[in-house]
């Protein structure tokens, strides 16, 4: 893909670039592994240090800064430390991490043997989408070829340092991403995420044993922090903010992609960058970091106090796109996968569909998710398909409601906080879809089978 | 300051308690006599955590952070810093200065969006749901329910009546996936042959792929399932709960002496369930021991007393059995079946007998580690603290074999036990008298001159010594066939017509004499014993070989004799 001119890449600096090729070879000719022959040198809190300085926050979702997770790691338990990379990229709208391990799998591979270098862990497995299977395969060519050079396996580098890194490929399901879901399956299990208390992966983590797990491309800005330097690396973007993000822009726009940026604003990417939507359309709403992230809504004003004291005023192109700009504007940044609404979208149908994508995936553990997601399935079906009901929106809401906060893991957020920001912003959008249709007594059989098939 | 003994306080719904630390908030809050709902949770299951019944609001006193010393109210008071969520009791451990509220709109509030949640994709078909009556989802439903629905859409549909295993079935859509039944197979049974198949709401309990549910211990699941969803394929339709009148019983099938309790109606037992005793079964017992009830109604059952083969009234065949047993040269023959009280009176019988020798009959089986022992004896030790025997029993009569090929003994009287299998040859039989009392018919009860018809475990009241020397109760639950006698009654009137003095007749008269002439028993009286059993002084005897290994609460004292 064409690397745009207000792109500023780092972690996807060489993937684009014509004649680079996934090998260690032409990944050493960049430079490769020469952070990892510095890191096995220094002092490994050092490293550690340095990740917390340069306030990196994860890219799977939730942006918890780094090194604070690498410092909760459970030290007194005599028990070995495991690193696991989340390679299970399945948030619709996501498709950062493919690019990396397509394209640079040993720059994911140095990033994972200086972190496991830093962290002291025993071993370092990539959970990796099952419907990445060329993925893995190119992880496994590449972890075999840094084995041959010593980057990997026993005695790295001299250090007397060894650690493996084990490709495992998932078992195809979207709540394999959520971390303790993540280690169950890991495990040999059904992914049903775990109840934190007690199992934090900090302590009781991958075979209870304490347990750092880290998003793709959380890990490959440990190399670039490292050659940088955590004060130099932290200028990239806002404080707090660190570092460039690769967002996944899909939908309503004429350049949908991915693209690595930092310090810019919302309306620079969807309209400079992306080219602005499609020819005779208007944006409508925008989903900023992935399917489960509440909406924003083009023309509505984002208003509040930062932390500083300082009042905002935004229109939904003024949002700085970086954690704490989305969080400001009611939002998250997610995974960076960023998708476009335009004025052809029903929001109603755009619902029906994604509560037909989560009633799909809740892993059916817990009664609030498990049984919700798919009465918000059921509801939103038959409404497209005509038998809605003028009650069916605050409905849809009370279920939502009914959801949000009460599960074992955040899956429950991500089938609620759609509803309710759809619901919040395009209320009257629902309440006129209702009355439309509103065909009762039609036909209902499309309607149940699309509601009632799984 | 709140150490003391590991205790620490907690506030529930604005009670202070104390708690030992680390008890959960739905223990706690039973302390107190509150009820928080909840159906994944089970007190000896690992926490899933999965139901989301039992959600509280939750709130710990606040520190300051910049100074890290406690936030205050103005009164002085702790400032608690309640979380924005609420949180599950079943997986809150109780810390220092932990406040939960129970009965909060918020707590209500979730309860009531669980309980509507468990209902939409719920079959309602409790009027032809065995469950009924005792189904945690019917009370909680109607309790925390908000008594209509906003579901219009069609119901998931899953299997019916699916056979998990010889003894239990499974209804799916009845199921609410709390995962009790999975959890209980691997942690307790140590048999993982349960699982969940499918995602989301068409998640289905189901059997892993050619296996079955078919461990002794399977219809534990059904107890423990909250709702309808697994059924005891013997139990199911035969009866609806509420016309159960239920007693405390205990199984005899082992020295375990697992707590039941029995349900009957009119007479007939329907069911036998574990019951709660921690000491002893936790909340779970064998399903071998749940059969047993079948020995009342079991065709070789002995319902009527006789001699010579003549049925006779319980009244004649007694003076009849104490005239052969007058015939002297006597062998006693009791049984480690026999309650404590029958064990008492046959030691007085044979005193007054003069017995040549009192024997018991060991019956020994493989143990499992958890609620069968190796010894398939209730009372063996019942009979040692009585002073019926002062050994462990042979499995083998071989002793009595000699006396009878030598003329030494005469007369046999027997009680529970079938003399062949012991050990006893025909023509050794063909060589004594026998009197026995029993209650099912065998080779034995063929030969003997006199039978007197006694009554199952089911049928009479008494107590038992476990393993543990734990003697504990069980109570009559169904009357016994008319033509029966009372085993305790026979015996007693029989030493009566042996001695001057009259001996008691009842469990409770006997008692009295227990408690009087014997150390052990004193201070204890039948009406006065707990239902958990109380635990005796068993040192004297630790010196004997018993065979016991370790079951789920017994540590054999010293090492364990292999069975041969
Ligand atoms: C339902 C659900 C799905 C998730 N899927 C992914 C995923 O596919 N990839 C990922 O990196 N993180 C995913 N996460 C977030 C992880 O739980 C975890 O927070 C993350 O991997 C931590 O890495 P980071 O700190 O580097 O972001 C998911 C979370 C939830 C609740
Ligand atoms: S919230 Fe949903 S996905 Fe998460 S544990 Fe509960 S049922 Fe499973
Ligand atoms: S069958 Fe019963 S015990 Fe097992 S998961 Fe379902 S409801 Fe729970
Ligand atoms: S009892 Fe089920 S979540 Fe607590």
Not at chain 1, 320 to 328: E, F, M, Q, S
Not at chain 1, 389 to 396: A, I, M, N, S
Not at chain 2, 381 to 402: K, V, Y
Request: aromatic share 8%; proline share 5%; charged share 25%.
């Amino acid at each position: 893909m064409a690397i745009h001119p207000r792109e500023k890449r780092i972690i996807l600096k060489y993937a684009d670039e014509p004649g680079y090729t996934p090998d260690i070879d032409c990944y050493m000719r960049h430079g490769g592994y020469v952070m990892l022959k510095k890191a096995v040198g220094m002092d490994k809190q050092m490293i550690c240090d340095e990740v917390k300085n340069s306030q990196l926050r994860g890219r799977g979702g939730a942006g918890f800064p780094a090194g604070v997770k690498w410092s909760f790691v459970d030290r007194k338990s005599g028990k070995p430390v495991y690193m696991v990379c989340n390679c299970d990229e399945s948030e619709p709208g996501t498709f950062k991490d493919r690019q990396i391990v397509h394209k640079d799998p040993h720059q994911l591979i140095e990033g994972i043997m200086i972190s496991c270098f830093a962290t002291d862990c025993a071993k370092a497995f990539i959970y990796i989408r099952e419907e990445m299977p060329k993925g893995a395969k190119i992880l496994e060519q590449a972890i075999k070829e840094a084995k041959e050079k010593n980057f990997v396996g026993d005695d790295i580098l001299g250090s007397g340092y060894s650690c493996d890194i084990v490709v495992h490929r998932g078992a195809a399901a979207y709540i394999c991403g959520e971390e303790t879901g993540l280690i169950e399956s890991l495990e040999g299990k059904r992914a049903n995420p775990r109840i934190k208390p007690p199992y934090f992966p900090a302590a009781l983590g991958l075979y209870m044993c304490p347990t750092i797990v880290n998003n793709v491309e959380t890990l490959c800005n440990v190399k670039h922090i490292l050659e940088m330097g955590a004060e130099e690396y932290a200028k990239i973007g806002r404080p707090n903010n660190t570092g460039t993000r690769i967002w996944c822009v899909s939908g309503g726009v004429k350049r949908p992609g991915y693209y690595e940026v930092a310090g810019i604003t919302l309306g620079e990417l969807v309209y400079d960058i992306c080219g602005g939507p499609k020819e005779g359309r208007t944006i409508k709403a925008i989903i900023p970091g992935g399917s489960s992230m509440k909406i924003l809504k083009n023309g509505e004003r984002f208003k509040g106090k930062d932390r500083d004291g300082n009042e905002y005023d935004w229109g939904i192109e003024d949002i700085p796109l970086d954690y704490d700009g989305i969080a400001a504007a009611g939002s998250m940044s997610g995974s960076g996968g960023m998708m476009v609404l335009d004025d052809s979208v029903e929001i109603p149908v755009a619902l029906a569909n994604l509560m037909a994508f989560y009633s799909h995936e809740s892993c059916g553990q817990c009664t609030p998710c498990r049984e919700g997601s798919l009465w918000l399935k059921k509801i939103t079906t038959r409404m497209v398909h005509g038998e809605a009901r003028p009650e069916d929106v605050d409905l849809l809401r009370s279920v939502a409601d009914q959801i949000e906060g009460r599960t074992i893991c955040a899956f429950g957020f991500a089938v609620a906080w759609p509803v309710q920001s759809y619901l919040d912003k395009f209320e009257d959008e629902f309440r006129e879809f209702a009355q439309r249709h509103n065909h009762l007594g039609g036909d209902r059989t499309a309607a149940k089978e699309l509601a009632c098939n799984h | 300051m709140e150490d003391k003994d590991n205790l620490i306080t907690v506030n529930i719904d604005g009670h202070d308690l104390q708690v030992p630390a680390g008890t959960n908030m739905v223990e706690a809050a039973a302390m107190l006599r509150k009820e928080i709902p909840h159906y994944c949770y089970h007190p000896k299951l690992s926490i899933a955590g999965n139901c989301r019944m039992c959600l509280v609001e939750l709130g710990m006193p606040g520190r300051d952070r910049a100074t890290g010393e406690p936030m205050l109210n103005e009164d002085g008071s702790p400032k608690i810093m309640w979380m924005p969520g609420p949180a599950i009791a079943c997986g809150t451990k109780a810390a220092p200065g932990m406040h939960i509220k129970t009965d909060s709109p918020k707590a209500l509030e979730s309860r009531e969006a669980i309980t509507e949640f468990l209902l939409i994709n719920h079959p309602l078909d409790c009027p032809i749901c065995d469950q009924a009556g005792e189904c945690t989802l019917q009370e909680f439903s109607s309790k925390h329910g908000r008594g209509y629905s906003r579901f219009i859409e069609e119901k998931n549909v899953k299997p019916k009546r699916t056979r998990l295993g010889p003894r239990v079935t499974l209804d799916d859509e009845r199921c609410v996936l709390c995962s009790r039944c999975i959890r209980f197979c691997d942690e307790i049974a140590n048999d993982s042959v349960l699982g969940f198949t499918d995602r989301g709401s068409y998640s289905t309990l189901t059997c892993f792929p050619g296996k079955e549910l078919a461990n002794n211990y399977s219809l534990n699941t059904v107890d423990i399932c909250p709702v309808g969803a697994l059924t005891s394929t013997d139990f199911r339709f035969k009866m609806r709960v509420w016309f159960l009148t239920e007693i405390n019983s205990i199984d005899f099938e082992t020295s375990v002496g697992t707590n039941t309790v029995v349900s009957a109606r009119e007479g007939k037992i329907y069911r036998v369930t574990p019951r709660r005793n921690d000491e002893v079964n936790d909340t779970w017992m064998t399903d071998s021991g749940r059969e047993l009830y079948k020995i009342v109604e079991a065709e070789d059952r002995l319902t009527a007393c006789s001699v010579a083969g003549e049925e006779t009234a319980a009244t004649e065949a007694i003076v009849k059995a104490s005239e052969t047993l007058r015939g002297g040269k006597t062998a006693i023959v009791g049984s480690g079946q026999c309650s404590v009280e029958e064990q008492f009176a046959l030691k007085a019988l044979a005193k007054s007998l003069d017995a040549v020798s009192v024997d018991l009959v060991a019956r020994y089986g493989e143990d499992d580690g958890l609620l069968m022992s190796v010894d398939r004896n209730p009372n063996v030790r019942g009979a040692l603290m009585t002073g019926l025997i002062d050994t462990l029993p042979e499995e083998r009569l071989e002793d009595l074999g000699s006396k009878i090929d030598s003329g030494e003994v005469r007369t046999v009287l027997s009680v529970k036990e079938d003399l062949t299998e012991a050990g006893l040859s025909e023509e050794q039989l063909s060589k004594v008298d026998i009197v026995f009392l029993g209650t099912h018919r065998n080779a034995t009860s063929e030969k003997a001159d006199v039978v007197l018809a006694g009554l199952t475990q089911f049928e009479k009241s008494g107590t038992v010594i476990n393993q543990q020397f734990r003697i504990q109760k069980f109570n009559r639950v169904v009357p016994g066939p008319r033509g029966c006698i009372e085993d305790l009654y026979a015996l007693s009137t029989i030493a009566a017509n042996f001695s001057d003095e009259k001996f008691p007749s009842t469990v409770g008269s006997i008692w009295k004499q227990l408690a009087g002439e014997n150390s052990q028993f004193s201070e204890l009286s039948f009406q006065s014993l707990s239902d958990q059993g109380q635990v005796l002084d068993g040192s004297a005897f630790e010196h004997l070989p018993f065979r016991e290994g370790k079951s789920l609460h017994f540590e054999p004292k010293r090492e364990a004799v292999a069975a041969e």
